[in-house]
């Protein structure tokens, strides 16, 4: 009896776990994407893993926007992390903001951005490699948007 209580209050706990999932699910960053085509962010909270590949002319570039359609100005962090292997030192190469951004952490395939983005503005993110040769299209990337810094 107690045996068969036990799996019925795990089976629950399971199934209230995975109902109670953020509204926002890391994505994978599509390719192609371009300055004028980026992945879409939904949110702060929200999140893209991506990879860059080696083409066979010039760099991979990979691109991401919000808007800000909250009707009010947002504070948040970016966080950028080479989290599978930071010595390729993939990093945010630019961005365009309707508001203010600051690095407030850099290290070696890793930073975090402090932003300020107005109502109705978008922000616009570009990562590449630090080395166009130094490049794994094996190695993920992660980039988030945050309401707290990861450093």
Excluded at 15 to 32: H, I, K, N, T, Y
Excluded at 33 to 43: I, V
Excluded at 70 to 89: C, E, M, W
Aim: with cysteine; hydrophobic share 35%.
């Amino acid at each position: 009896m107690k045996l068969k209580k036990l799996i019925s209050t795990l089976a629950l706990t399971t199934c209230l776990l995975s109902m109670s999932s953020s509204a926002f699910a890391m994505g994978d960053a599509r390719e192609p994407d371009s300055f004028d085509s980026p992945n879409h962010f939904q949110g702060i909270m929200d999140s893209f893993e991506g990879t860059l590949s080696k083409p066979e002319y010039g760099m991979d570039h990979d691109y991401f926007q919000w808007t800000n359609d909250t009707g009010q100005g947002k504070a948040f962090y970016i966080n950028f992390d080479t989290y599978q292997n930071r010595s390729l030192d993939y990093m945010i190469r630019d961005m365009s903001v309707g508001g203010t951004a600051n690095r407030v952490f850099k290290d070696t395939g890793r930073e975090t951005w402090y932003v300020y983005l107005h109502a109705g503005e978008k922000i616009k993110i570009h990562v590449a490699a630090q080395d166009a040769i130094r490049v794994d299209p094996n190695v993920k990337y992660i980039i988030a948007l945050s309401e707290r810094p990861w450093w």
